[in-house]
């Protein structure tokens, strides 16, 4: 995601769990940039950029689709 300028009215307290599902693999992960951790009410955070990743595995082996 990309924002030249982004606010957030309230905060919360949020968590984000990523289990996957039964017989995979996964993992994820998040890249900030001018984006603090926890963000704080009516600030103004410029130049914004956020990346996520969500990698897994498939459960079929190759060549049996």
């Known amino acids: 995601m990309n924002a030249d300028r982004l606010r957030f009215g309230e905060t919360q307290d949020t968590e984000v769990h990523f289990t996957g599902s039964p017989g ?6 998040s ?8 963000v704080e009410s ?3 955070y410029r130049d914004v950029r ?8 498939s459960p079929i082996p190759p060549g049996r689709f």
């Open 42 to 44: 009516n600030a103004d």
């Open 50 to 57: 956020v990346r996520y990743v969500l990698a897994t595995t």
């Open 24 to 29: 995979r693999e996964s993992v994820s992960s």
């Open 31 to 38: 890249d900030r940039i001018n984006l603090p951790g926890r």
